[in-house]
């Protein structure tokens, strides 16, 4: 994950796991809340209809004496009666109720105004259109009133209540509806909805920062771990473990420690020579390239050895491999101590040892050298008087030059030790 894109990675999962639950639920708190509020409008709208159309029917019977009844004038036009009031006309009563109440008020003869506030953008008075087929199906056949939430009034949506009312015979003759805009309540629903809705975005963008904001925190520890475990799995085995991994106490701090020891079980596995416990060829390799860079860029002095046990086969041959395993390791704590402080030691391969001595000149490095060969001079094959000897090949390492030149030089210094007795140094 840490060299590489992923088409669905664990960042954009677990931001999508915040983003996506939580913009649903505030979309369904701001719908439910909606719902609720707009329930909560209606039903106060209901109730207020019903006591409008109550008040106009209770002032009429207050100002107009007499039942509802239609008279035929002599021009063939029908009139609306209450007792001896007429009511078509210019009538102020219904337009005063209208204003103060909010509301549009019609008086009906069976499904037709006869009389209503009600009248279109331009102006013209909805007299002489029918109510909805719908309220003339449940109102005027039934002789009961209702109430309608979205209902056609004179082609706008509406909210209306319709109540009848009887003529002298006692039959319906007609109704008084009442009515208000459904534009008007959807307005009145927004404002009530709107500061519901500013609260759900405040309270879902806080949660939102709190939700992102931690899970970001632990993707970032998961593609550290991710990155830091890549960096093992190239051989960097000495990656410094980011410290975020190890701040809290959970199951990615458990990783990290499980990492760390992975990585010194896999750097004594890939570095170390399992036998002595020296650093191996690769990490002698590795050790030299870094060597002749410090040589190159802070001018730093050092000297390369490559040692070697003598007559180590004959070892072998005698005492056994087993036998020779022992002399190995004893040479290889031999070495291992008379470098402490002075520079590096590894199994070249073999009985082949090298050695690399930090910031020495020449003459220094082989001083120090006699002392470990001494060192070693007092091993002997356990429980026999054969004593253990080592020749050395030493050369000081030159700016500039490759590894190789120097370890040849090295080389050909032991070869010389080898055949010049054994059992010293060469030094060149």
């Given amino acids: 994950m840490a060299d590489k894109g ?16 939580l913009t649903l639920m505030t979309v369904a708190i701001v719908v439910v809340s909606v719902s609720i509020v707009r329930k909560s409008i209606t039903d106060q709208i209901r109730q207020e209809l019903i006591g409008d ?12 004496n007499g ?9 063939g036009e029908m009139s609306i009666y209450k007792g001896e009031q007429p009511l078509n006309g210019d009538d102020t009563l219904m337009a005063q109720l209208s204003d103060t109440l909010n509301i549009n008020v019609s008086i009906f003869y069976n499904d037709t105004r006869l009389l209503t506030t009600l009248s279109d953008s331009s102006g013209n008075s909805a007299v002489g259109t029918k109510v909805a087929a719908v309220v003339k199906n449940e ?15 004179y082609n706008t949506r509406s909210f209306a209540y319709y109540k009848p009312f009887a003529g002298a015979d006692g039959s319906v003759m007609g109704m008084i509806g009442v009515c208000r805009s459904g534009e008007d309540v959807q307005k009145q629903v927004f404002r009530y909805i709107l500061p519901i809705i500013g609260i759900c975005l405040v309270v879902a963008v806080f949660f939102g920062f709190i939700m992102v904001r931690f899970n970001k925190k632990l993707a970032d520890r998961i593609f550290k771990m991710d990155r830091y475990m890549n960096k093992l799995a190239g051989g960097e085995f000495d990656y410094e473990m980011p410290r975020e991994l190890m701040q809290e106490d959970d199951e990615i701090k458990s990783l990290a420690h499980d990492g760390k020891k992975m990585a010194r079980a896999l750097k004594t596995l890939v570095e170390f020579d399992a036998l002595t416990e020296l650093n191996n060829r690769r990490s002698a390799d590795k050790k030299l390239s870094e060597v002749r860079i410090r040589m190159v860029e802070m001018g730093m ?26 002399v190995l390791r004893m040479v290889a704590a031999k070495l291992k101590k008379g470098m ?13 040892f090298l050695l690399i001595f930090d910031g020495r000149e020449l003459d220094i490095a082989k001083r120090e050298l006699s002392m470990i060969m001494d060192d070693v001079r007092t091993i002997y094959v356990p429980d026999t008087d054969r004593q253990i000897t080592m020749s050395f090949g030493l050369t000081a390492m030159i700016a500039g030059e490759s590894t190789d030149e120097a370890l040849s030089r090295a080389d050909a210094n032991l070869y010389e030790a080898k055949e010049g007795g054994r059992n010293q140094i060469v030094c060149k």
């Fill in 67 to 75: 039942d509802f009844h239609l008279v035929e004038g002599d021009d």
């Fill in 301 to 326: 002095k050092y000297c390369v050895c490559i040692a070697d046990i003598d007559f180590f086969k004959k070892v072998n041959d005698t005492y056994g491999h087993e036998m020779g395993d022992e």
């Fill in 53 to 64: 159309a109550e008040l106009v029917g209770f002032t009429f019977d207050k100002f107009y």
């Fill in 6 to 21: 992923f088409k669905n990675s664990l960042k954009r999962q677990m931001l999508k796991m915040t983003l996506i639950p």
């Fill in 139 to 153: 109102v005027l056949d039934t002789g009961s009133s209702a109430f309608y939430d979205n209902v056609m009034v």
């Fill in 340 to 352: 402490v402080g002075k520079g590096f030691a590894a199994r070249w391969g073999g009985e082949e």
